[in-house]
């Protein structure tokens, strides 16, 4: 590990433009550890630009940031190198994907157990919390000091990814790189309140909806929920507030195995987000339809109707919850 950040770093004073991006649908780990690096790599004096398919959501405006939101034909800054964040292949980044084809100098850096190492420079630790938690180190081997704002890009990241430092992910270092992170003076107390105390009344409705829907199998082991064009339209919610719900199917007293599908972005190809708790694994389930993530945190994407799809999931979760 620690030869890869010595390499990593040549790279990083070696280059001189750089262009970050991360998954399409971003969440805070990937929308905290592209401010990051963005940060990182102004402050060796490079010219950066930050490139998604997805533009920030909502909930992350609080940063007062963005980044190019890339459309076929946008004009980019000319750039050397990439850098891919908190995602395991190069399908997952998207659109942007047709945007660095011609580049092989690819720094991948990313933490889940699925990751394909696409980059010609790869930092993949599946022990990591978060993408953030990697690039933390970065900013140590880099003798880039961490400023309140970084900080706060970095803590959103962990956080979010740890369900608020719940999840198994957490390691003694997670809580060591967090105590650093506060010892900045960032006001935590404040960030908490962004991230979950300005939720828009349209989520909420869409949440009740949702949640009103809950289905149940395999004597309440299996849980799953439907979204579909009709529940945004009746909310007014956007597709990216319901990406925590599939957490409180999960939470149900009993259920092993949760996933929420969606038909919103193409009706014939199911968006399916899948969780677990205990020792069951929706990174293998998700991997038996070319997707992935973590164990307990996982998604893919299947062709098919609704209720195929749901059938499909529901099938291979019984191989798991069944069996003992
Ligand atoms: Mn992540």
Redesign the pocket.
Same mark, same amino acid.
């Given at each position: 590990m620690r030869k890869i950040f010595k390499d990593i770093k040549k790279i990083l004073q070696a280059g001189d433009t750089f262009l970050i991006t991360t998954h399409i649908n971003p969440d805070g *780990?990937g929308i905290g550890s592209a401010f990051a690096m963005d940060y990182l790599l102004k402050m060796l004096g490079k010219k950066t630009v930050i490139v998604c398919q997805d533009s920030v959501p909502h909930d992350f405006a609080f940063f007062g940031k963005e980044w190019i939101q890339y459309k076929e034909g946008i004009e980019i800054p000319s750039f050397h190198y990439v850098v891919v964040l *908190?995602a395991p292949s190069l399908q997952r980044i998207g659109t942007v994907g047709k945007l660095i084809a011609n580049t092989s100098n690819i720094i991948n850096i990313d933490?889940h157990i699925s990751n394909q190492s696409f980059g010609k420079w790869n930092i993949v630790d599946p022990h990591a919390s978060?993408?953030s938690e990697i690039l933390y180190t970065l900013f140590q081997e880099m003798n880039v000091s961490i400023t309140q704002e970084v900080a706060s890009f970095l803590y959103v990241a962990i956080s979010t990814?740890t369900g608020s430092f719940r999840y198994q992910n957490i390691t003694p270092m997670t809580h060591t790189i967090v105590a650093e992170l506060i010892r900045t003076g960032v006001d935590v107390s404040a960030l908490n309140e962004q991230l979950y105390s300005q939720v828009p009344v349209g989520k909420v409705k869409l949440f009740a909806l949702l949640m009103n829907k809950v289905q149940l199998t395999c004597d309440g082991t299996i849980a799953w929920s439907v979204l579909t064009n009709e529940e945004l339209a009746a909310t007014g919610a956007q597709l990216s507030d319901a990406d925590g719900f599939v957490n409180v199917l999960r939470d149900i007293e009993k259920v092993k195995i949760a996933f929420m599908v969606s038909n919103v972005q193409n009706p014939s190809v199911i968006k399916a987000s899948l969780r677990s708790k205990g020792k069951y694994d929706v990174n293998t389930l998700a991997g038996s339809f070319n997707g992935g993530g973590h164990a307990k945190a996982a998604g893919c994407t299947i062709k098919g109707t609704v209720d195929e799809v749901v059938k499909k999931i529901i099938h291979k979760a019984k191989e798991q919850v069944v069996q003992e």
């Open positions: *780990d *908190d933490h978060s993408c990814d």
